[in-house]
């Protein structure tokens, strides 16, 4: 896998390219070293030309400043178990500014009892941000979990337009 890495307004992101497609996504990270680190973690070993990953960092940095932004196309998610890309997929289907439920996902996928394995789908997504797994929340309205910590989706679910349970407007 090679890697790229841009800044944005909420922190520098990785993306990893195999095949000429990005097939990998860090989380937004305070530092350069950090992203870097993390796809090299990922197997990552050379640096990627910027024309391997289109345009997406350009609309990452878009996506952070707050613009309704497609990130869809230019990536492709090679790994995972069926019912990963399944659930995966099933996230992509989620409208920006807008939350789901595990058991909404569960339920969408045909395994209505499979939440908390929706769960466990949700937290190994190889493209967060991209394939927005913030967008899951638990049933009774809270945030639920989050592999970047729920400071981070809650940011990201502000930068939306999404309230959060349980906060006032304009309170952290």
Same mark, same amino acid.
């Given at each position: ?40 973690? %990922?197997?990552?070993?050379?640096? #990627?030309?910027?024309?391997? /990953? =289109?345009?997406? *960092?350009?609309? !990452? ?49 045909? %395994?209505?009892?499979?939440?908390? #394995?929706?769960?466990?789908? /949700? =937290?190994?997504? *190889?493209?967060? !941000? ?43």
């Amino acid at each position: 896998m090679k890697f790229y890495l841009c800044e944005t307004r909420i922190g520098w992101i990785g993306l990893g390219v195999e095949d000429g497609a990005v097939s990998a996504c860090t989380l937004p990270r305070r530092r350069r070293e950090e992203a870097l680190e993390e796809m090299m973690a %990922r197997g990552a070993r050379e640096p #990627a030309d910027p024309s391997e /990953v =289109g345009d997406l *960092p350009e609309r !990452l940095r878009r996506y952070a400043e707050g613009e309704a932004v497609d990130l869809a196309g230019g990536w492709r998610i090679a790994s995972g178990t069926p019912f990963q890309r399944d659930v995966w997929r099933t996230l992509s289907e989620i409208p920006r500014g807008e939350t789901r439920s595990y058991a909404w996902v569960a339920q969408r996928i045909g %395994r209505p009892r499979a939440a908390r #394995a929706v769960g466990q789908a /949700v =937290g190994a997504n *190889p493209l967060p !941000l991209v394939v927005p797994c913030h967008r899951v929340v638990a049933s009774d309205g809270g945030l639920g979990g989050y592999g970047g910590g729920l400071e981070m989706k809650e940011r990201l679910l502000k930068l939306e337009g999404v309230g959060i349970p349980g906060r006032r407007p304009g309170r952290p």
